[in-house]
């Protein structure tokens, strides 16, 4: 009857290929956290200009809503 190895490398395993098959876990590990890095930095930039674009157009309506003679023609963000 097959004996199973619940933990540790079976003994008839060659330690070249686990050693490669470990490389190239870590290498689409590695991958994957940079993928992840640039998403979160773009996520990040998008929520900044979200934050200055609100910003912005609470000031210009304040601005504008506070009546100080100015042309506000113009069109708003």
């Given at each position: 009857m097959?004996c199973?190895?619940?933990?540790?490398?079976?003994?008839?395993?060659?330690?070249?290929?686990?050693?490669?098959?470990?490389?190239?876990?870590?290498?689409?590990?590695?991958?994957?956290?940079?993928?992840?890095?640039?998403?979160?930095?773009?996520?990040?930039?998008?929520?900044?200009?979200?934050?200055?674009?609100?910003?912005?157009?609470?000031?210009?309506?304040?601005?504008?809503?506070?009546?100080?003679?100015?042309d506000?023609?113009?069109?708003?963000?």
């Amino acid at each position: 009857m097959y004996c199973r190895f619940e933990s540790g490398v079976h003994p008839r395993e060659n330690v070249v290929d686990i050693v490669c098959t470990l490389k190239d876990h870590i290498e689409s590990l590695d991958d994957h956290r940079q993928l992840l890095e640039t998403v979160w930095t773009t996520h990040t930039a998008i929520e900044t200009l979200d934050d200055h674009t609100q910003l912005l157009e609470t000031v210009w309506t304040t601005h504008t809503a506070a009546g100080d003679g100015m042309d506000h023609t113009h069109t708003q963000l």
